[in-house]
C-alpha cells in the first residue's frame, strides 16, 4: 500500500514539475517579447506621434501593454507559486528519501533481528532436542533404578524372612540347650547320688565280709 501511495505522489510530482517547467518557459518568452526592438522602437516613437493621428494605435497599444502586464504579473505570481510549489515538493522529496532510508534501515536491522531470532531458535531447539534426549535417559534410568529397589526390597523382605527363621531356629536351639544342659545337670547330680550310695554299699559290703 505504501508503495503504492509513492508511486501515485511521484507521478503527481513530475505533473507538478512539467507545468512549472511550461510556465518557467512562458515566462522566459514574455521576458523576452519586452525587449524585442518594436518596442523600444514604440516607445522612442510614442512622444513623437501625433496625439490625434494615432490615438486609437496608442489606446490600443496601451490596452495591449496592460494586458502584457496583467499576463506578465500572472506569470510572476504564477512562477512564485510553483517556485513554492517546487520548494515544497523538494521538502517532500527530502522527507520522502529521509523516510525511505528509514525504513530501508528498520527492514535491515528488522532483518538482522530475524537472522538473530533464527539463530537463537535453532540454538533453542538443539537445547530442547539435548533436554529430552536426557530426560529420556533419566526416564530409563529411573526405571532401571525402580526395577533395582523393587530387586532389593525383595532380597531384603527374603534375609528378614530368613533371619526371622534362623532367629525361630536359635531360640529353638537355646531352648534344646537349655532342656539339654539341665538334663545333663541332673544326671550329674543323679551319678553322684549313685556313686554316693555306691561307696556307701561298698563300705556295708566291706563292712560285712569282715564280720
Known amino acids: ?11 503527481k510530482r513530475q505533473q ?12 522566459a518568452a514574455y521576458l523576452r517579447l519586452r525587449n524585442w526592438q518594436w518596442w523600444r522602437l514604440f516607445t522612442k516613437v510614442k512622444p513623437l506621434l501625433n496625439s490625434i493621428r494615432h490615438e486609437d ?17 500572472a506569470a510572476e505570481n504564477r512562477l512564485t507559486e510553483m517556485e513554492t510549489m517546487q520548494s515544497q ?18 527492514c535491515a536491522e528488522a532483518e538482522e533481528l ?18 529430552e534426549a536426557r530426560v529420556e535417559e533419566e526416564e530409563e534410568r529411573c526405571q532401571y533404578l525402580q526395577a533395582e529397589k523393587k530387586k532389593m526390597q525383595q532380597n531384603i523382605q527374603e534375609l528378614e524372612e530368613q533371619l526371622e ?31 554316693d550310695q555306691n561307696c556307701k554299699l561298698a563300705k556295708e559290703k566291706k563292712l560285712l565280709e569282715d564280720r
Open 1 to 11: 500500500v505504501f508503495q503504492e501511495f509513492r508511486q501515485r505522489a511521484f507521478a
Open 114 to 131: 530475524r537472522a538473530r531470532l533464527t539463530a537463537k531458535k535453532q540454538e533453542l531447539e538443539e537445547i530442547c532436542h539435548d533436554l
Open 89 to 106: 515538493l523538494m521538502a517532500e522529496k527530502l522527507q520522502l528519501q529521509e523516510q525511505l532510508q528509514a525504513e530501508t534501515e528498520l
Open 57 to 73: 494605435e496608442l489606446l490600443a497599444k496601451e490596452a495591449e501593454l496592460t494586458k502584457v502586464r496583467e499576463k506578465h504579473l
Open 165 to 195: 527363621e534362623e532367629e525361630s531356629a536359635r531360640q529353638k536351639l537355646q531352648l534344646e540347650k537349655v532342656t539339654t544342659e539341665a538334663k545333663l545337670k541332673k544326671l550329674e547330680e543323679d551319678q553322684i547320688i549313685m556313686e
Open 16 to 27: 507538478q514539475l512539467t507545468a512549472m517547467k511550461v510556465l518557467q518557459r512562458n515566462c
